[in-house]
Nanobody, 125 residues
Framework: VQLVESGGGVVQAGGSLRLSCVAS????????IGWFRQAPEKGRREGVS?????????WYADSVKDRFIISSDNAKNTVYLEMNSLKPEDTGVYYC??????????????????WGQGTQVTVSS
């Protein structure tokens, strides 16, 4: 399984970015794709949003609700994260990950199977 993120960059506060995660090598069936971020001053990675392919069910962290939108294009094996009204605290490296055979929802951080290399998002004040 390979995941490739793109779409990061530098944006002013209040601006928008759209991240893309292209996935390949799946055993198709029940899976989820999630977005995570790691801020430079924080040692841990936190969940941002995720989507389940079987029914399109989504999850958002409280800090991004009503600002970020996750969506998927199954024909392109791509998941998008549209980020609006960006804040400086949204700055970090954004990763996508996948979990095959989803049982728990939302998927706990430790259960995600495969990770991309990340894309940097910087929001200036």
């Amino acid at each position: 399984v390979q995941l490739v993120e793109s779409g990061g960059g530098v944006v002013q506060a209040g601006g928008s970015l759209r991240l893309s995660c292209v996935a390949s090598g799946f055993v198709f069936g029940n899976y989820a794709i999630g977005w995570f971020r790691q801020a430079p001053e924080k040692g841990r990675r936190e969940g941002v949003s995720s989507i389940r392919n079987t029914d399109g069910k989504t999850w958002y962290a409280d800090s991004v609700k009503d600002r970020f939108i996750i969506s998927s294009d199954n024909a392109k094996n791509t998941v998008y994260l549209e980020m609006n009204s960006l804040k400086p605290e949204d700055t970090g490296v954004y990763y996508c990950a996948t979990k095959e055979y989803v049982v728990s929802w939302p998927v706990p951080l430790w259960q995600w199977d495969y990770w991309g290399q990340g894309t940097q998002v910087t929001v200036s004040s």
